[in-house]
């Protein structure tokens, strides 16, 4: 599987962007994809994840700010971001976990970097005051 991340930039606080990760390869729909993002001189820690069957799960720090969603037809994960945030500056990276059954999606530790197999190149975000 692979996987391409789009749509970051540079934004003002309070601003806006919305990140695409589009995926190329066979069984995409059997993923759990995460959105996960890297600050300098941090570890990678999670943002957002969507399994197949659209559970969606969200890191404290974003709920109600961040919308993932996911078009299966089109092999495409959104992540739309709002009110962006100084803190959330960081590159952002999309990565693919296969589930061996798409009905269990609880049984996967989605915040565990280690548990994906596939990853992006990533896209940077800059959130300026």
């Known amino acids: 599987l692979q996987l391409v991340e789009s749509g970051g930039g540079s934004v003002r606080v309070g601003g806006s962007l919305r990140l695409s990760c589009t995926a190329s390869?066979?069984?995409?729909?059997?993923?759990?994809i995460g959105w996960f993002r890297q600050a300098p001189g941090k570890e990678r820690e999670g943002v957002s994840c969507?399994?197949?069957?659209?559970?969606?799960d969200y890191v404290d720090s974003v709920k109600g700010r961040f919308t993932i969603s996911r078009d299966n037809a089109q092999n495409v994960v959104l992540l739309q971001m709002n009110s962006l945030e100084p803190e959330d500056t960081a590159v952002y990276y999309c990565g693919a976990l296969y589930m061996h059954n798409p009905n269990y999606y609880s049984n996967y530790n989605v915040w565990n970097t280690a548990s994906y197999e596939y990853w992006g190149q990533g896209t940077q975000v800059a959130v300026s005051s």
């Open positions: 390869g066979p069984q995409y729909r059997k993923y759990i």
């Open positions: 969507i399994g197949p069957n659209g559970q969606t």
